[in-house]
């Protein structure tokens, strides 16, 4: 299962007053017996703490109060529409299969994916940030030219 980025994050350090981030998005990644709720993005090095600080904060707010019912619509909307587009293009649905086999065991028909994200609802979406979202289970993976930056376990 992948959900569609969650816009807080993204609009939190891509504000025209901040400038941090050039692209920012984020995932989320379910498989059989883990999962991950992914942030990539792409950004000056001087800015690698300071978007760090700002991710990482959001996904506390996140994690403490779930989103908006006006965000979590748009993101129910516009993953719907992902799922309708993937429907056109059997190479899409191809891989979307064979990757829910690996990660549920099982799988569904294409069909019924726009509208078993269109069933989806907040509660569920503020039950799993409040169980999943750990700031403290972070893990930074940084590519390409960073200086000062020392690895470490994030607090």
Not at 34 to 49: E, H, L, Y
Request: proline share 6%.
């Amino acid at each position: 299962f992948r959900e569609p980025g969650i816009p807080a994050l993204q609009h939190a350090v891509h504000t025209e007053e901040q400038a941090l981030v050039y692209q920012i998005e984020s995932d989320v990644e379910s498989f059989y017996d883990s999962g991950a709720f992914t942030v990539r993005w792409i950004c000056p090095p001087a800015n690698v703490k300071q978007v760090l600080k700002v991710v990482l904060a959001e996904i506390r707010k996140i994690a403490r109060g779930g989103i908006s019912q006006e965000e979590f619509r748009r993101a129910r909307q516009v993953h719907a529409l992902q799922k309708e587009g993937q429907l056109e293009e059997p190479m899409t649905i191809s891989v979307a299969l064979a990757e829910e086999l690996i990660r549920s065991g099982r799988v569904s028909s294409p069909k019924l994916w726009p509208k078993q994200v269109r069933r989806a609802r907040r509660s569920e979406a503020i039950r799993f940030a409040k169980n999943y979202l750990d700031p403290k289970q972070a893990v930074l993976a940084l590519y390409g030219p960073v200086e000062n930056i020392e690895p470490r376990i994030l607090d």
